[in-house]
Structure formats: C-alpha cells, structure tokens
C-alpha cells in the first residue's frame, strides 16, 4: 500500500514572553498593526491591483488572489509618510522581521523599516528608494534584543506613480549575527576515493540463467562476473535469499540486464537473510514493477550501483530505480540515471527507515514521480555530493523530496526541475537539509510564488558557504547563543568569574556543551573552530583554565544541538538558515550582472558580492565571477553589464577604456561610425575637412579627389568634367543632342544620343528629363513645348497629346482645362464647349455674363452695366434711379430713393417736397411753409402737418419755404420772421412787403444799410415812425 500522507509538520514553540504575534499575510485584516497617520495617509487593505496605472503590484504575494497593504497616492498626498506600527513587545535575544514589499514606479518613494527601543528611541535598520521592478521581493530584517517596537514608513514620491505594498510579514525568533572575514581562499575539492578493483575470485556467468542460479542458490558471498557486450533479458527478478553479500560486475562496454518492461531486475524482500547487493559497470534497462524498478530492498541489507547507467526503469509506486523500506543503506556512485519513473514517490530512490541514501559522482536526468522526481526520503538520511540532478518533474520537489531524516548536498548541481505544485528543486516537509560546497539549484520551475527552487513547508534548510562562484546569499556565523554573564561584582571571586565569563565569552560560542566548564575535549574542539589563527592560539591556551560558559538561550542561530538532530560540526561556519519561505529564485543568488562575484566566502554574504564590476572591464551576465575585458570600440565604467560603444567620430582598438573621452578622435581625411575598433579613410572622391567626423562627404559637382584620406576635394579645370563624387578631372566636349556618359566618378565620357524624353545641351553637361508640359524625341538639345490644343502631363514624354473636345489647351500645357468662359464672357457662338479661349466673347453695356457656358444677362431694374465685360450688374446708389440699364439718374424735385437699386423715385408724400437727388422729402411743397424750423428730415416725412398753407397776404412761391423766409405782400408787414402774423401798413411811410419785383420774381427788397425793409426810406420800427438818423425824430 501506498505510505500514509505525512503529519502536518510541528507548531513552532511560541514566542518569546511578552511577544506579540508580528506576523500577518493581510488576509482577514491588519492583525496587530497600527496606522499612526503622521501626515493624514493610512496603509490601505486590498487585493488585485491598485487603482493608478503604472504602479503597485497586480496580485498580492501570499495566493495572487488575496490581500495586501499598499500607499495610496492621489493629488495632494505626494511626498507624504504612511506608518503601520506594531504594539510594544519584549525580545530576550536578537530577532528577525520578514516580509514581501513591492515598490514598482516611475515616481516611486522610500520605504524603510525602524526599530524602537527605551534608551536610544527610533532608528532605521532597513530602507529602499526608487522603483524596484514590477515584482514582489523578500526582506529580512534584524531587530536587536533592545527592540520594543518596530513599524514600516512608506514615504511616496513626488507623483501618483508611487504605489509601494506589503505582504507576509513573519516573525523568526533568531537572525544570526554578522559573519566574522573567512579565509581568504578555499582548499580544492578533494576526488572520491576510487573504486577497488574487481576481486580475482569471480564467478563468471554466460547467460541469465546462470547468472540467476549463481545468486539464487548462493549460500555466502558471491560476485558474479557478466562478460562485456552480454545482453540478459530478465522474465522475472533475481532472488537473495541469504544474509550474504551478492556482487554482479561487468567490464569494458558492461554487460546489459533488461527487464522488458514486465519485471524488476533484483529482489531482495520477504527473505530470512538481509542479502546485500552490488551492482557495477552494467547497463540496467527497462525494469519494471510495482515498487522498485531495478531493485526492491525490504528488510533487506545494503544497494550499491557504481560505475554503471541506469535507463528507462520505473516503479508503479515507490522508486523508479530502488524502493528500499526497513533495509540498509543504499548508494548510486559513477553511475548515470536516465528516463526512470515513479507512480507515487521517488522517481530513482524511495528510502523509507532504511540507511543512508548517497548519490555521488553521478549525473541524474529526466526522472518523474508525484512525490520527488529523484528521490523521497522518510526517516533515512541523503547524502548528494560531486552529482547533478537535471530535468526531473514531480508535483511537489522536482528533483528532491524530504519527509524526515536528514539531506545534504555538497558540490552538487540541481537544474531545470520541475514542480507542478510545490518546491521546483527540493520540496521539504520535514528534518534538515544542508547545502555546502558549492552547492547550485538553478532553473527549476514551479507554480509562481511556490518556490521554484525551494519550497520549505516545515523542517530546516541551511546553505554553508561557499557558494558557486558568482553567487551569494546573506549569511552569519553558526554559533550558540548563551545567557549573560551576570556574576555579581561585590565580591573578589565573583568579579574574577564575571572576568573569566566575558574573556571566554566567543570561545564558548564555538562549543556545544551546556556545562559551565566544559571537558578538555570540547574545550579544544571550539578553539580549533577558530578561523583567526591568532585568537585559536590564545584559546588552545586556556583550555586549562575556568571558561564560565553560560547555559545556552532558547534562541540559537543554527541547531548545532546533536540532541535535537543538529550537527554541532557546523560550529564556526558561515551559513545561511532559511526562513519559511519559498524560494522562487536560483540559490544561491545570482550576482547581479554588473557586480563581479567570487569565489571566496568573504564576498557571498550581501547581493553587493565582490562590489561593482571594476572599470575597464565588463560583467555582462548574472554569477559573472572573472571579469572580461572590453569590448574594442568601447569603453567600461565601473558596474558595467553592457559596454558602451565609442560614440560616432571616435574609435579604439583597446580592450581597457574606462570612459568616452579615452576613445581616440577620427583624424581629418578619416571617419569613424558608432563603436568603431579603427578609423577608415575617406575614399576617393570624398573628403572629410573636420576631426571626429562619423561620415565622410562626396565632392561636390565640379570638385574632384583622386587620393584617399583627404580632408578637401580640388576644383574641376576650365572644360572638364567632374560630376558628384569625381576621383579624376574627365574631359567632355559633346554635341547638343548627345550627353556624357560616366559610369563612375573616375570613368572616361562617351557622348551618346539623348534619349527620347530627355534634352542635352552638349558640352559636359547631363542629360535634363523633360517636364510636364514638354516632350522631347531621341537626340534633341532641348524639349519641345507643347503646342496649342496639346498637353503632356508626365515627365520624360516622347510627345505631346491632343485636347479632347470640351476642353481647350494653351501652349506648354501639362492638363487640359475645362472648356468654359471666363467672368465678363461668353461664348460667341452660344455652343456649349469652345476649342479656344479666342471663342469667348465680351458682355455688352447693359449685361452681365457670370462666365463658363452662361450667355449674357440683361441687368434687372434697378441695376446696371455701364461698361462692357462685366460679370455682375452694380445697383444705383440712394438718390439716383436706373433709368436704363447702362446709366443711374438722378431723382427730380419732389421725388427721392431712400434705398438702392430702384428702376424709378417715389414722388413725395403732399404736402412735402424734395430736391433733386434727394433721398426723403424733408422740405414744404411750393404754396406751403415749414412751421416748425428745428423739425428734422423725418419728422417732416412722417409727420405732414409740419408744412402749412401760406398764410393770407404772405407768398410762398418757392418749395422750402420756412417761417424765416416766408414773404410779405405789399402793403403788409411782420414785427419779426418768427412770426406768421401779417399787419396792413396805415402810414406813408410803411410801404409794406419784404418783397421787390425784379427779374419777373419777387424776391426780398435790399434795405440800405440802417434802413427797415418795410419803411420809407430813413423810416424804422413797427408803424415806421422812428427815424433811422440819430439827429431826427418822427412828427406827425
């Protein structure tokens, strides 16, 4: 039957007294967390993505379909602080503080975590600015034992694109200290010891049967020799059924074992004895079965394949390869394993309580089961080291699978795995698992966020450097963490112990013992575990003398206890511990293209690895661990992924520039282009007149240059020839009609005939294409102009086209125009098109002609044409009428046009009148006279009772006759002319009347000077009885 489902791993032990729970993944609410709101702007709770485009994450981190924080920023909450702040807890050592953060914007802030304690109050501990990519990212953060409060400050930047988040915060109760500077180099790898020899007293087997019988009936330890090239096809498995020791070998080629996918190769369960087995330089193929593909070990003693290749085997259940439950250890070396299946777990090795699984020297490829695509282990230990492990799949650990027990790898290669659940590489659920060594995953896959190298669901996971080269991952010294010393200083021995305590404070650190004075034993153990050779001096010193180690804190760095299935070995040794985490990235961590990684353990402790990539070198790849040179035509300033080229006018051949201004400057004559190694001369015919040119210029017409590398180009001699780009003077004397042919700049002219289409002067001179509107047969000096009635409307024509009817062409015509008259026009023969413009013919006085086809227009009443040619007739003004439609006259007294265009006047309403030309009737018709002289033109018009009938004995002969000029009969006289009241004169001296007759009109008399109209001479006033003369008076 398949295993039962593993236990739900161990809770964690709960946290330190007086320890709040920190951590919160945002699912249900913000947990523990505080918004202290120093600028007015809180934390917001979320999921999906966050409103502004461009910025914040898509998905939260936890499940991609929950919750998280994030900094809102909308207009007017730029540059402002968010802090989410935890309530006050107590630490009795130094602690660690994970978390995701993603801070993806063009205007992204500041997000930085600080700590708070009673003595030194807030500092910061952690802190990013600017835009960090468009991922989630992991943190880990040191909160020292003094710690009471710790809170996250996002302060946003100066735009709505600064969206920073939060997500999965944990609390691990241990974050190990910085580690001390390790040696300066690494011992090399030491080889795995090689195999011995085959023993002289094998038996050898020439079939299947035999070789069957040979280990079947066997009674003590046999080794079975299988000559090379044999190919043995198993029907069923080979039995042990001895406690003895059975050894199958081969040489040379190696012979084949093949199970045709029906049977297992070897059984070693159900048996009295613990029969073990060894299998060397063989091929095993296609073994099949319902656990253990090549071999099933229950209850059984030690597997061993070395030197051999494993292909095409697999298990219905457990252990494509070996299924081992209850039984001895089991050991693949040298070997290669290809193609092998599992239908549950351990698609090579399944080890159930057995003893050590150990792969070494061997590669491992595309191998499959649900559970560990190469191997799952349940209370059995795994040693991989010197292997690779490459291409397997499972649904949880791709390549490695931990249950319980214990997992290393040293020097060893896992690649390419893949989960399709859980853990691409290593999935573990449970014991320890150290990498050491150099040890890489690298390019596994699983479902985003669930670790594509490492998924730790429970258990340890550590990583003792050194690291691949070029790689890095945050690490501390694995030591133990003990209490204070607290002796008290009141008395001489106490002060001494206090002493002692301090002095030996780091040696105790490197031992495991929980005594206060350990043996002599472990005391030279933890001096050797010194990695400066002076302090390990000092130490083995005073391994005599009392240490005071203090008893060990419930917190520690690494498990180096062997009572709770640590390895205090690891004592002393840099090393990382994993969070319970996924790692969804290469591990160890890739340096950064543009960092230069190492080697040496001193430079993978921080993602800075060896620093920046020096200048006048590259680091174009991730893991780049030895620098490049370079690239020629370029220059490396420190940090360089991606040489910049010279820029265009320079160049260098140098592999060493460190900046732009170090490439060399083309010289005159000369060019370089972008990233250029040298630079190149000008060819002939061109020039370069500057330095630093990035091109170089042909000569213009009539210059020539016959060398390369020239900086000018010479003028062409009086009668020769130098087209654009001329590397030599040519001669060119050709006839009109004919033109030079050059091929090239430096060619010798042919004169050829001028293509029909084209003119050619002669001469030097090239051949013109003819334009619209010309045409040119072959061999003529110049094109010929389209004649009348033709046109031509393409370049390069051979001849000129006819009009079409209904349309007319004027010399040189490259269109032919509509056939229509222009404005002022007609055409003559009253037809509808015209085959010349000479057709149309002009408007006669008296018309208009609106142009195209339309014949002439008699202007309408009210307008005329005085002219001829007119396209429109003109109205008459105000004041005048058209009394033909050539002339406008003038209206007669007593008529008037108060608008324009009218054909005759309107007479004047009785009893006004009107002058000639006038335009309203603003005077009195003769007989009447204006009453009211202030009366204006209008109220004259509209309102007739302003003219009055002459009044009796006064004349009103004229038409605007006012009461000023309203005339007086003889014999009658006016005390005023504001008066129309008329008196008889009753005196010989009044003659009366303002009036004389003169001219057969009555017009007003002319009184002399000092004389009344109306008197006799030297007469005046009303009655003219007052005398004009000073020295006079009237008698009577």
């Known amino acids: 039957a398949p295993p039962s489902p593993p236990p739900p791993p161990p809770l964690p032990p709960p946290l330190l007294p007086g320890m709040v729970q920190l951590g919160c993944d945002f699912e249900v609410d913000t947990c523990v967390w505080n918004d202290t ?182 009674r003590a330890d046999v080794s079975v020799y299988l000559p090379p090239g044999a190919h043995f096809k198993l029907g069923s498995p080979i039995s042990c059924g001895s406690n003895i020791k059975v050894t199958v070998a081969s040489s040379g080629e190696g012979a084949t074992l093949d199970g045709q996918e029906q049977s297992r190769l070897f059984n070693l369960k159900y048996l009295t004895g613990r029969c073990s087995l060894t299998l060397r330089g063989l091929t095993l193929v296609n073994g099949r079965a319902l656990d253990g593909g090549v071999v099933e070990a229950m209850y059984a003693g030690d597997v061993e394949i070395i030197e051999s290749t494993v292909r095409n085997c697999g298990a219905i259940r457990d252990g494509g390869v070996v299924s081992a439950a209850n039984s001895g250890a089991v050991s693949i070396r040298g070997s290669t394993v290809t193609g092998c299946s599992a239908g549950d777990s351990g698609g090579v090795v399944y080890a159930l309580n057995s003893g050590a699984v150990s792969i070494i020297g061997s590669n491992v490829s595309g191998c499959s089961a649900v559970i560990g695509g190469a191997t799952f282990l349940r209370d059995t230990n795994l040693d991989v080291t010197d292997s690779t492990i490459s291409g397997c799949n499972a649904t949880r650990g791709g390549a490695v699978y931990v249950h319980s027990g214990s997992a290393s790898l040293a020097r060893s290669t896992i690649s390419s795995c893949i989960a399709t659940e859980y853990g691409g590489g290593l999935y573990s659920a449970g014991g320890s698992t150290s990498l050491s060594d150099g040890a890489l995953i690298r390019g596994c896959s699983a479902p985003k966020g669930q670790g594509s190298s490492i998924f730790l669901l429970a258990g340890e996971v550590s990583y003792t450097l050194p690291a691949p080269a070029g790689r890095w991952l945050p690490n501390a010294r694995c030591e133990v963490y003990r209490e204070a010393c607290s002796y008290p200083l009141s008395e001489a021995a106490s002060r001494a112990k206090q002493a002692a305590c301090l002095e030996h404070r780091s040696d105790c650190a490197l031992t495991e013992s929980d005594a206060i004075e350990p043996s002599s034993g472990k005391k030279e153990a933890a001096c050797s575990r010194h990695t400066d050779n002076d302090k390990q001096a000092a130490c083995h010193e005073t391994v005599e003398d009392p240490w005071y180690c203090q008893a060990p804190t419930f917190v520690q760095p690494c498990n180096w206890n062997n009572e709770t299935g640590g390895d205090p070995s690891g004592l002393g040794e840099s090393l990382y511990q994993l969070p319970l985490l996924p790692v969804n990235e290469d591990f160890p961590f890739a340096c950064a293209a543009g960092l230069l990684g190492s080697a040496i353990p001193e430079y993978q402790s921080s993602s800075s690895c060896a620093g920046r990539c020096p200048e006048r070198s590259q680091c174009p790849i991730e893991a780049t661990d030895e620098a490049l040179p370079c690239d020629a035509g370029h220059y490396c300033p420190k940090g360089t992924s991606v040489p910049l080229p010279c820029p265009a006018g320079t160049y260098s051949n140098a592999t060493d520039l460190a900046a732009a201004g170090e490439c060399t400057d083309a010289s005159p004559g000369h060019f370089a282009t972008t990233g250029s190694t040298q630079q190149t001369a000008c060819a002939k015919g061109s020039f370069a007149a500057k330095a630093r040119s990035e091109a170089c210029e042909l000569c213009a017409p009539g210059y020539f240059q016959s060398a390369p590398g020239q900086a000018a180009c010479f003028r062409c001699a009086p009668g020769k020839l130098c087209p654009q780009g001329s590397t030599r003077e040519l001669d060119a004397q050709c006839s009109p009609g004919t033109y030079v042919n050059v091929t090239d700049a430096d060619g010798d002219p042919d004169c050829l005939d001028c293509p029909a289409g084209s003119s050619c002067a002669g001469g030097g001179a090239a051949l013109a294409v003819c334009s619209p509107g010309t045409a040119a047969k ?109 002339a406008c006259e003038e209206c007669e007294a007593g008529t008037y046009a108060a608008s324009e265009g009218l054909s005759q006047c309107t007479p004047c309403p009785y009893p006004t009148g009107s002058k000639s030309s006038d335009v309203t009737c603003s005077i009195c018709k003769e007989g009447f006279y204006l009453r009211n002289s202030s009366a204006g033109p209008s109220d004259i018009f509209f309102l007739t009772e302003s003219c009055q009938p002459c009044p009796r004995y006064a004349t009103c002969n004229t038409t605007g006759t006012t009461l000023a000029s309203l005339g007086v009969a003889p014999g009658y006289w006016r005390a005023s002319p504001t008066t129309s009241e008329l008196y008889p004169c009753d005196s010989e001296t009044c003659v009366g009347s303002d009036l004389r007759v003169g001219a057969g009109l009555q017009v007003p008399r002319n009184a002399e000077e000092g004389n009344d109209p109306y008197c006799t001479h030297g007469h005046t006033g009303p009655l003219c009885e007052g005398c004009v003369a000073p020295s006079e008076y009237f008698s009577r």
């Open 778 to 886: 072959p061999a003529q000096g110049q094109c010929t102009v389209c004649g009348v009635g033709t046109y031509q409307p393409d370049s390069g024509a051979t001849g000129c086209l006819e009009c079409e009817l209904g349309t007319f062409c004027p010399k040189g015509s490259s269109a032919q125009l509509p056939a229509t008259c222009p404005a002022g026009f007609y055409i003559g023969n009253a037809s509808t098109t015209l085959e010349s413009l000479d057709d149309c013919v002009g408007c006669t006085p008296g018309s208009f002609c609106a142009g195209g086809a339309a014949q002439p227009t008699a202007c309408a009443p009210g307008s005329i044409a005085p002219s001829a040619n007119m396209s429109a007739c003109e109205l008459c003004p105000i004041g005048r009428f058209a009394a033909s439609t050539t």
């Open 37 to 218: 709101l120093p600028d007015g702007y809180s934390w917001t709770r979320t999921s999906g993505g966050t409103p502004s485009s461009g910025t914040g994450p898509s998905e939260d981190h936890t499940t991609g379909s929950g919750y998280y924080v994030y900094t809102e920023v909308v207009r007017g909450g730029y540059n402002k602080l968010h802090q989410l702040e935890s309530p006050l807890f107590l630490l009795q050592q130094d602690a660690t503080l994970s978390f995701f953060y993603h801070m993806y914007g063009s205007d992204m802030g500041t997000l930085f975590v600080e700590a708070n304690d009673n003595e030194t109050g807030w500092s910061t501990l952690w802190s990013r600015t600017g835009d960090q990519g468009n991922s989630w990212l992991d943190a880990a953060v040191i909160l020292p034992a003094s710690t009471t409060k710790v809170r996250f400050n996002g302060l946003t930047g100066s735009g709505y694109r600064s969206d920073m988040a939060l997500d999965d915060v944990s609390f691990s109760q241990f974050t190990p200290p910085s580690p001390p500077p390790l040696p300066p180099s690494l011992p090399p790898l030491s080889p795995p010891p090689p195999l011995p020899p085959l023993s002289p007293d094998f038996v050898a087997a020439a079939s299947e049967a035999q070789l069957r019988n040979l280990i079947q009936d066997a």
